[in-house]
Nanobody
């Protein structure tokens, strides 16, 4: 199993940037895939960005070109760099890890983009 802890959320103005971090309890290279999801009030949780164990990233169309998912040098951290933030990016952001066919989740971190 794996425990995930997110950090880095907060309040930012439109056009600003934030970097979210996800610390895993084991090497992320031993996890099949890592991802960032978000859930806005009244909406379903959606995939924002993912990265495979081989390092291939993928992005939702709504964030492509603005967000970047990456792995840290510490080998147990995944980041989500968010630039040019919009009000519609406001949500709770969750880190996830896919391991042996099961999705593990962090507790979430709130991102609020104010206009």
């Amino acid at each position: 199993q794996v425990q995930l802890v997110e950090s880095g959320g907060g309040l930012v103005q439109v056009g600003g940037s934030l970097r979210l971090s996800c610390a895993a309890s084991r090497s992320i290279f031993s996890i099949d895939a890592m991802g960032w999801y978000r859930q806005a009030p009244g909406k379903a949780r959606e995939l924002v960005a993912g990265i495979s164990s081989g390092g291939t990233p993928n992005y939702a169309d709504s964030v492509n070109g603005r967000f970047t998912i990456s792995r840290g040098n510490a080998k147990n951290t995944v980041y989500l760099q968010m630039n040019s933030l919009k009000p519609e990016d406001t949500a709770v952001y969750y880190c996830s890890g896919l391991l042996f066919g099961r999705n593990y989740w962090g507790q979430g971190t709130q991102v609020t983009v104010s206009s």
